[in-house]
């Protein structure tokens, strides 16, 4: 991995003529990242849940950046049929950038349209099915890459084959810190197929230390736990970097030279700080679990990347 000191949006190399879609784009981290990609000459598609949320977002990086190309398109990680419908909707032949950023966290038991456990639903299997269902424009791009967007929360919990949907039993922490080892796990087998398939795409994985975003808050204030609200909002004020700074991995990964496959972008200092190779638990790195997830993901989603086999 390159020489990561000191690394800001300031050195994200021209994106001119590149192509990016960032999931999430509607706030936090990925608002962040889809107003640096756009300031560095990208067409940006936020890719986003919510029309109410996601029309204004792009109108604020036009009023941030004046010139910068982005357009909103709806996309609702929590129904399959949805991610279909941007994958059909999206015409270019090709693809520079996919960010898959968006997520959730530590959210009371539910289940996704299509009854995954929401967590697990959302955060792996959707960005598993878009990837997929995207895949040949990325292979037909030359340098393109694939950027996902996990947890240092990851190491708290490997995921459990016998019970991906948590239906046995649930802790909300334990299903959020599986389902970012899925995006780890996710990101390793697919720099392994893309390697054996002589692709020259780049499949990595990122993370935003503790950054305050709305993250932290969903949980909690969907179940009315106003205590544990006030004292994530705390936290934030208190002790996380923002959300500009929490972007900063991502967009290394996105946009530096040098990227590696496979490779893990955090902040330095673990929490915060500038980009950095990041330490992953040794479950993430076991090529026999990600083959395992990779069909149980393939069974789940019925989305097989065919273009990947050749």
Same mark, same amino acid.
């Not at 706030?27 to 000459?41: D, H, M, T, Y």
């Not at 977002?57 to 991610?83: H, K, N, T, Y």
């Not at 087998?189 to 990595?204: I, M, N, T």
């Given at each position: 991995?390159?020489?990561?000191?000191?690394?800001?949006?300031? =050195? *994200?190399?021209?994106?001119?003529?590149?192509?990016?879609?960032?999931?999430? @784009?509607?706030?936090?981290?990925?608002?962040?990242?889809?107003?640096?990609?756009?300031?560095?000459?990208?067409?940006?598609?936020?890719?986003?849940?919510? @029309?109410?949320?996601?029309?204004?977002?792009? =109108?604020? *990086?036009?009023?941030?950046?004046?010139?910068? +190309?982005?357009?909103?398109?709806?996309?609702?990680?929590?129904?399959?049929?949805?991610?279909?419908?941007?994958?059909?909707?999206?015409?270019?032949?090709?693809?520079?950038?996919l960010v898959n950023n968006a997520g959730v966290m530590a959210l009371p038991y539910g289940r996704t349209a299509d009854g995954f456990e929401t967590q697990?639903? *959302?955060?792996?299997?959707?960005? $598993?099915?878009?990837?997929?269902?995207?895949?040949? %424009?990325?292979?037909?791009?030359?340098?393109?890459?694939?950027?996902?967007?996990?947890?240092?929360?990851?190491?708290?919990?490997? *995921?459990?084959?016998? =019970?991906?949907?948590? +239906?046995?039993?649930?802790?909300?922490?334990?299903?959020?810190?599986?389902? %970012?080892?899925?995006?780890?796990? $996710?990101?390793? +087998?697919?720099?392994?197929?893309?390697?054996?398939?002589?692709?020259?795409?780049?499949?990595?994985?990122?993370?935003?230390?503790?950054?305050?975003?709305?993250?932290?808050?969903?949980?909690?204030?969907?179940?009315?736990?106003?205590? @544990?609200?006030?004292?994530?909002?705390?936290?934030?004020?208190?002790?996380?970097?923002?959300?500009?700074?929490?972007?900063?991995?991502?967009?290394?990964?996105?946009?530096?030279?040098?990227?590696?496959?496979?490779?893990?972008?955090?902040?330095?200092?673990?929490?915060?700080?500038?980009?950095?190779?990041?330490?992953?638990?040794?479950?993430?790195?076991?090529?026999?679990?990600? +083959?395992?997830?990779?069909?149980?993901?393939?069974?789940?989603?019925?989305?097989?990347?065919?273009?990947? %086999?050749?």
């Open positions: 991995m390159p020489s990561t000191t000191g690394w800001t949006s300031h =050195d *994200i190399p021209d994106q001119s003529g590149r192509t990016a879609v960032v999931t999430g @784009a509607n706030s936090g981290i990925g608002l962040v990242a889809a107003r640096e990609l756009a300031r560095r000459g990208a067409r940006v598609l936020l890719a986003c849940r919510s @029309a109410s949320r996601g029309g204004p977002a792009a =109108d604020l *990086i036009r009023r941030q950046v004046p010139g910068a +190309e982005v357009e909103f398109r709806p996309l609702d990680l929590a129904d399959l049929s949805s991610v279909r419908a941007f994958a059909e909707s999206y015409t270019p032949g090709t693809l520079d950038l697990f639903g *959302i955060n792996h299997l959707g960005h $598993f099915a878009l990837t997929g269902l995207l895949a040949g %424009k990325l292979l037909r791009t030359p340098r393109a890459r694939v950027v996902t967007v996990s947890s240092g929360m990851h190491a708290l919990a490997d *995921i459990d084959m016998g =019970d991906l949907n948590s +239906e046995r039993r649930y802790h909300r922490w334990v299903a959020y810190a599986r389902s %970012k080892t899925a995006n780890l796990l $996710f990101t390793h +087998e697919l720099a392994r197929r893309l390697r054996e398939a002589g692709s020259d795409v780049v499949a990595a994985a990122a993370h935003p230390g503790y950054a305050a975003t709305n993250l932290q808050t969903a949980g909690a204030r969907m179940e009315g736990r106003r205590t @544990a609200e006030r004292l994530a909002e705390l936290g934030n004020r208190v002790f996380a970097q923002s959300a500009e700074a929490g972007a900063l991995p991502t967009l290394y990964a996105a946009t530096a030279p040098g990227v590696r496959p496979d490779s893990f972008t955090g902040p330095r200092l673990g929490l915060r700080g500038a980009p950095a190779p990041s330490r992953r638990a040794p479950w993430t790195l076991n090529d026999a679990a990600g +083959e395992r997830l990779w069909v149980a993901s393939e069974q789940l989603t019925g989305v097989t990347y065919d273009d990947l %086999k050749g």
